[in-house]
T-cell receptor, first 117, second 120 residues
Framework: AQKITQTQPGMFVQEKEAVTLDCTYDTSDQSYGLFWYKQPSSGEMIFLIYQGSYDEQNATEGRYSLNFQKARKSANLVISASQLGDSAMYFCAMREGRNSGNTPLVFGKGTRLSVIA | DGGITQSPKYLFRKEGQNVTLSCEQNLNHDAMYWYRQDPGQGLRLIYYSQIVNDFQKGDIAEGYSVSREKKESFPLTVTSAQKNPTAFYLC???????????????????FGAGTRLSVL
């Protein structure tokens, strides 16, 4: 079974609009971390935002916010005021495993976001 | 500047040839990772190392080998046993954080720019 599921292979959004990228995850651990990365066409993976399973508030980083619904096991990324430079692949990832900060991340298959002028 | 350097950016392999992808970091990170990315796919873990002279296999280790003789370096060799090596290879690193209450999971992995490997 997939640990991380991103159901939207591709998304389009108008410039300056908000967009939500979906991510659901599967784990039996109580303690875990969720990450979002951006991959522009250059290929490098850029860390965007993190949400811990025990964090009471949804994470925010500038125009990025995470809609974390623990009971539904979803961690959707919201990008507000989209810009042309936001066009990229976006990956959701998870770290599980009790107390091990260097457990590798498990990645979803990604969503390609295209911002239209 | 601190960061992760992968070289070369593009690499071509002939049939039956072993090739080595370089990954160097000057972030003083303990852990290093190799991922493979195929077109339209997510990242899959090949190998990772949490400390010098130690490494673990990931989900797709067959046909690959690694070494970790220095903290800064984690080279990946794609052997002739890897029959479908064409892919984008990404190296990452992170600080070792064991046993930090409430904070262990937020150990960000930082990535290099990647190496694109093709078969001639």
């Amino acid at each position: 079974a997939q640990k991380i599921t991103q159901t939207q292979p591709g998304m389009f959004v108008q410039e300056k609009e908000a967009v939500t990228l979906d991510c659901t995850y599967d784990t039996s651990d109580q303690s875990y971390g969720l990450f979002w990365y951006k991959q522009p066409s250059s290929g490098e993976m850029i860390f965007l935002i993190y949400q811990g399973s025990y964090d009471e508030q949804n994470a925010t980083e500038g125009r990025y916010s995470l809609n974390f619904q623990k009971a539904r096991k979803s961690a959707n990324l919201v990008i507000s005021a989209s810009q042309l430079g936001d066009s990229a692949m976006y990956f959701c990832a998870m770290r599980e495993g009790r107390n091990s900060g260097n457990t590798p991340l498990v990645f979803g298959k990604g969503t390609r976001l295209s911002v239209i002028a | 500047d601190g960061g992760i350097t992968q070289s070369p950016k593009y690499l071509f392999r002939k049939e039956g040839q072993n090739v080595t992808l370089s990954c160097e970091q000057n972030l003083n990170h303990d852990a290093m990772y190799w991922y493979r990315q195929d077109p339209g796919q997510g990242l899959r873990l090949i190998y990772y190392s949490q400390i010098v002279n130690d490494f673990q296999k990931g989900d797709i280790a067959e046909g690959y080998s690694v070494s970790r003789e220095k903290k800064e370096s984690f080279p990946l060799t794609v052997t002739s046993a890897q029959k479908n090596p064409t892919a984008f290879y990404l190296c990452a690193s992170s600080i070792r954080r064991e046993g930090l209450a409430g904070g262990w999971a937020k150990n960000i992995q930082y990535f290099g720019a990647g190496t694109r490997l093709s078969v001639l």
